[in-house]
């Protein structure tokens, strides 16, 4: 499965940003993860194919995770945003082989 992220950009804190990942095959589970410089990549939130999600302690109850199956598409609205949000914003998904793929990221800058 091949996967486009869209949708980052700078954003002033305290605004919000809509990701978007477009799967070019059936997902299962679809997870966000971002990577800060100098910091490794960390997960964001998940989305279980069953409708369960999970998130960070950092981002919950600010962002929010959802699914378009009929557009193979998850999104990540992001609300109240920090600057210690500013990351590349990548979108992961597993197949129904189980498969693992990544797609290139997105820039996520808050500035203060």
């Known amino acids: 499965v091949q996967l486009q992220a869209s949708g980052g950009g700078l954003v002033q804190a305290g605004g919000s940003l809509r990701l978007s990942c477009v799967a070019s095959g059936i997902t299962t589970t679809m997870s966000w993860y971002r990577q800060a410089p100098g910091k490794q990549r960390e997960l964001v939130a998940v989305?279980?194919?069953?409708?369960?999600?999970n998130y960070s302690d950092s981002v919950k109850g600010r962002f929010l995770v959802s699914r378009d199956y009929a557009k193979k598409t998850m999104y990540l609205q992001m609300n109240s945003l920090k600057p210690e949000d500013t990351a590349v914003y990548y979108c992961?998904?597993?197949?129904?082989?189980?498969?693992?793929?990544w797609g290139r990221g997105t820039l996520v800058t808050v500035s203060s």
């Open positions: 992961n998904a597993r197949n129904l082989a189980f498969k693992e793929s």
């Open positions: 989305s279980h194919s069953d409708g369960e999600t």
